[in-house]
């Protein structure tokens, strides 16, 4: 607790019990060796005490054909695993995987020393808020089914809160939630309403697909990126519910392309924000071009060669698919190899 | 090659605990408390995970995956292989394509969601391989649906929604600027579904499925509920309530797009959508009855290229094209006592 001047006890509404967890979507650590994980198939957050606190130095992960290892653990086929999600434990510095197998049954696997064990997800300490917003009933489809559902497309804990975003199987819409943790009984799930413009003269609403937290010229601001992949920076300060939100659109990052993590990392006093996508190269930029970026595509007009904004590197991993930072100078990702093989692959610092 | 030499220990014997083709619980008997088991898929040389327990000197080992059926299996005992199992697949039922939405032959230009709906809850793992697009000569046309990762489904995995890619869709956007619009008005394109893949329990389609579609222009008109016609049924009748308007609309914020009221009470019944959604139809749970009805629009309800009562899907500030005035959100109907 010693980075936590008012003495939060963040698991003091926590019982012991089994969880429903049906799907996993994201999974993400917060603090003392909680485990957030975002189901999309039950809409809820369910919050675990993993008791991984012992603290580890990072070590080099790395593993080939991890879907392999995965499905021999597993007693399964590779072609049946799906790995949905990746997070390192800050604290252990272990790495967790959320893995849909055989027909999408969830399960949470550890990585210790190059080895998988299972995280149980019964009689564990746990707790788990709804996100359901207390809305009209959907109506149901002549078979009596909810055609509704929210997808967990990213999941984060900063500074008291998980921020959560979601996209719908319905309108073309996100949900973006910042809840206090530890959950409540009693609490509003407000949302925010995010637009950018393009160029000065349309615009549009997006939903967010991943997103982090991050100081950006000494200000806490969410760095978002849409499913049309502008990259957008707001000042948390900004992020009042039900209000009209409309973030700096800072990069056009390119096209057909979907961001799927987004970590921030520092070396020699400089911070860098590092995005994963699902067709693009990793792609690097530095926190003082975002900072430094005072105007907005929004008013930008002249249009340059290759995408729009601030500056970026596309560093030489294409096809990451997870994303997250293993201790403080290392960062750790699965990539789909040019022979098809997917791999865990652990890089450091002099990348950045 | 692995050369796997079981030791015939007669005692030893298994007892499988499946469903559906999903081995949830192996009993092993004729082992000591003392015998350390483990399970290991033939050919592994990684334990599978799960926890055993020793009860009445049988050995309980459930694995944390169920196992799968048509998987080789290997028991070993103190470090021993000794005994093989395996459960023979049962066969399941496959899966096919209940529709397809728009259901319409023609869609604008701005065309932004699909949806497919499947007999039963279907695999997510790579399914947009399984999703091609291609021209009216028969190539494929690349980057044209966003392979949104986690996918949307709706809440048993029978519905996927896809969308055609919005940073083209989007006007002002580079890629709509330097590629123009994902599909092309005057052409036609066909979206077909490989016949690989499977069902969440393992059975694939089996046969391909395609639909091809003809793009006309945008779409860049607001729904206007005022525009709406509104055919009463008749008193005493569980007739439906139809509606039809004059644009194709998105099948399911439309489907679940209105509720209908009798003197402030929600009417329970089912609803409809038809003629390549342009018409929704409610069947109420009770008879009808006469006197005035309410119908509440969710403002929410997008037309085929997302725009909804509360927003356009992208605005022209230039032309302050959402300034008009806003669309209702209340329609009504009243049924005769004839």
């Known amino acids: ?352 | 090659m692995t050369f796997l030499y079981l030791h015939c220990e007669a005692q030893i014997q298994v007892d499988l605990v499946a469903n559906k083709n999903q081995i949830r619980l192996v009993k092993v008997s004729g082992a000591t408390q003392t015998d350390t088991l483990a399970v290991y898929k033939l050919g592994g040389s990684r334990a599978i995970l799960g926890s055993w327990e020793y009860k009445q000197e049988i050995h309980f080992f459930r694995p944390v995956l169920s196992l799968s059926a048509g998987i080789d299996y290997i028991v070993y005992r103190n470090d021993r292989p000794t005994h093989s199992f395996k459960l023979p697949k049962e066969d399941v039922i496959a899966p096919t394509i209940t529709a397809f939405f728009p259901s319409a032959d023609t869609v604008p230009e701005n065309l932004l969601k699909c949806y497919v709906q499947f007999s039963k809850p279907m695999r997510e793992k790579d399914l947009y391989s399984y999703i091609t697009v291609s021209d009216g000569q028969g190539k494929e046309v690349r980057e044209v649906i966003l392979p949104l990762e986690p996918a949307l489904w709706n809440e048993d995995r029978t519905m996927l929604t896809f969308w055609i890619d919005p940073g083209r869709v989007k006007r002002g956007l580079k890629r709509n600027r330097r590629l123009g619009a994902p599909i092309t008005e005057g052409e036609s394109y066909t979206f077909a579904i490989s016949e690989n893949w499977q069902s969440a329990d393992g059975a694939p389609l089996g046969t391909p499925w395609q639909k091809t579609f003809y793009v006309a222009a945008r779409t860049e008109k607001l729904a206007e509920p005022q525009n709406w016609q509104v055919i009463p049924p008749k008193t005493g009748t569980t007739d439906p309530l139809t509606m039809i308007f004059p644009q194709n609309m998105d099948y399911l914020t439309t489907l679940s797009g209105f509720t209908i009221l009798k003197d402030g009470i929600a009417q329970k019944g089912t609803a409809e959508m038809g003629n390549g959604e342009k018409r929704w139809l409610f069947q109420p749970s009770k008879p009808w009855v006469t006197g005035t009805y309410t119908i509440e629009i969710t403002p929410s309800i997008e037309d085929l290229a997302g725009n909804s009562l509360l927003r356009p899907f992208d605005r022209d500030l230039q032309k302050q094209e959402a300034a008009s005035k806003p669309a209702s959100h209340q329609l009504s109907f009243t049924i005769t006592g004839e």
């Open chain 1, 1 to 352: 607790m010693a980075n936590n001047p008012k003495k939060i006890d963040y698991k003091r509404n926590f019982v012991v019990g089994t969880p429903t967890v049906e799907s996993i979507n994201a999974i993400s650590f917060g603090p003392e060796g909680i485990l957030f994980i975002g189901d999309s198939k039950t809409a809820s957050i369910v919050a675990i005490d993993t008791k991984d606190t012992d603290a580890q130095a990072a070590g080099k992960a790395s593993i080939k054909n991890i879907d392999q290892r995965i499905a021999e653990v597993l007693g399964t086929e590779a072609s049946e695993i799906d790995i949905r999600d990746m997070a390192v434990n800050p604290i252990s510095n272990s790495i967790y995987f959320a893995v849909h197998a055989n027909g999408d049954q969830p399960v949470i696997l550890k990585l210790v020393k190059e080895e998988f064990t299972a995280m149980p997800l019964n009689d564990v300490s746990y707790s788990s808020i709804s996100l359901n917003a207390p809305i009209a009933e959907d109506a149901k489809d002549r078979r009596g089914r909810s055609q509704r559902n929210w997808a967990v497309s990213d999941l984060s804990f900063y500074q008291g809160q998980v921020m959560v975003s979601g996209l719908s199987n319905k309108e073309f819409s996100s949900t973006f939630r910042s809840i206090q943790f530890p959950f409540e009984e009693k609490q509003t799930l407000s949302s925010l309403e995010i637009y950018h413009a393009a160029h000065g003269r349309y615009e549009t609403y997006a939903p967010i697909k991943a997103f982090t937290a991050a100081k950006v010229g000494g200000e806490d601001h969410l760095i978002a990126s849409y499913t049309c992949t502008p990259l957008v920076v707001f000042p948390m300060s900004n992020l009042q519910p039900d209000k009209h939100v409309k973030g700096r659109t800072v990069a056009e990052l390119g096209n057909w392309n979907t961001p799927l993590d987004m970590i921030v990392m520092e070396k020699d006093g400089v911070s860098y924000l590092l995005m994963a996508n699902s067709s693009r190269s990793l792609m690097k930029f530095k926190f003082t071009d975002i900072a430094g970026f005072s105007g907005s595509l929004n008013t930008r007009v002249e249009e340059r060669a290759g995408t729009d904004g601030i500056d970026f590197i596309n560093l030489p991993f294409v096809n990451v698919q997870q994303l997250d930072k293993l201790g403080d100078d290392q960062f750790v990702f699965i990539q789909r190899k040019g022979n098809g093989d997917l791999d865990l692959v652990t890089q450091n610092n002099r990348w950045l």
